[in-house]
């Protein structure tokens, strides 16, 4: 056709391809070069990341450490967010009334839950001597829980926090809960299958690609968790909440050693892909496509 304007694709595709460029590949390859140097820029090829598996060095120690928080707040939460954001979208997906602004209040803590505002608020709903918490505990006479002061209480508050923000796992949830054929249900219940029967045997295998999606969407943001550590815990006590990303923004932006932060985001990265793939390979085994 004449004067079809064949460039106008690639113009609006290019602010995105600069944003990438600049934001994400960038960054990416200045971190991977950046590992493989000490603090005064010199190539030192895998000393950095040698450190980091060893448990004799400071570093490496508490790497090791960073790994093991990382692990068990990742392997906690995931499946605890999976589980309750389809239970809710289960029981949203019903016709009752003010079903909207039901929906509408499950979805607010997603938007709110990575606020300052909202970490500091919930550092203080869980303060030991006035905290909301353990106000009410005392009203039911059990003994306030020192929160903070411990390796469990601290990763309790932090879990309850992500699993608190589930709105959006439980929007997709309820997308694709809607989707699964009527006629499915309506043929179990003539054979007189009971309604757990049907969401076990139906609902569960008709939305397994989802529970792949959230659960790698949810997997990566897991253990991308950062705010909530930082402004909540600070990595304590001893330790026991140092995620991953925070101990790589203690070393690299406050100790200056940004080779070895590096090192270690490349460890998070090769982790995340890792797990990433593993995932997807079991998928094979469990999720059900339609033909």
């Known amino acids: 056709m004449v004067g079809e304007k064949k460039w106008l694709p690639y113009a609006l595709l290019l602010p995105w391809g600069i944003g990438f460029l600049v934001f994400k590949l960038y960054p990416f390859v200045s971190s991977f070069v ?36 990382s692990f068990v707040y990742v392997f906690v939460t995931v499946p605890l967010i999976l589980i309750v954001s389809l239970l809710v979208a289960w029981v949203l997906s019903r016709k009752m009334k003010g079903i909207g602004f039901y929906r509408v209040a499950f979805y607010v803590p997603t938007l709110l839950g ?9 550092r203080q709903i869980f303060e030991y001597q006035d905290g909301l918490v353990n106000q009410f505990l005392g009203i039911l006479g059990v003994p306030g829980v020192n929160w903070f002061g411990t390796a469990g209480g601290a990763m309790a508050v932090l879990v309850l926090l992500r699993v608190w923000q589930f709105g959006s ?15 499915l249900y309506e043929a179990a219940t003539i054979e007189g299958a009971s309604k757990f029967r049907q969401f076990v045997s139906i609902t569960l295998p008709m939305i397994t690609p989802i529970i792949l999606f959230n659960g790698v969407m949810r997997l990566v943001e897991a253990f991308q968790v ?39 985001s490349c460890v998070l990265f090769l982790i995340i892909t890792v797990f990433t793939v593993l995932v997807f390979r079991s998928s094979r085994y469990w999720v059900y496509y339609e033909e």
């Open 169 to 183: 796992t439980m929007l997709i949830f309820l997308s694709a809960l809607k989707n699964v054929p009527e006629s």
């Open 226 to 264: 950062f705010n909530g550590p930082q402004m909540i815990t600070a990595g304590g006590p001893e330790n026991a909440t140092n995620v991953i990303n925070l101990l790589i923004y203690t070393v690299a932006f406050k100790n200056f050693n940004f080779g070895l932060g590096s090192a270690m």
């Open 34 to 69: 950046l590992s493989f140097q000490n603090r005064q820029g010199v190539f030192v090829g895998w000393e950095n990341f040698a450190k980091l598996f060893d448990p004799e060095n400071y570093y490496g120690g508490l790497f090791l450490q960073s790994l093991k928080v």
């Open 114 to 122: 990575s606020n300052i505002a909202i970490l500091v608020l919930w």
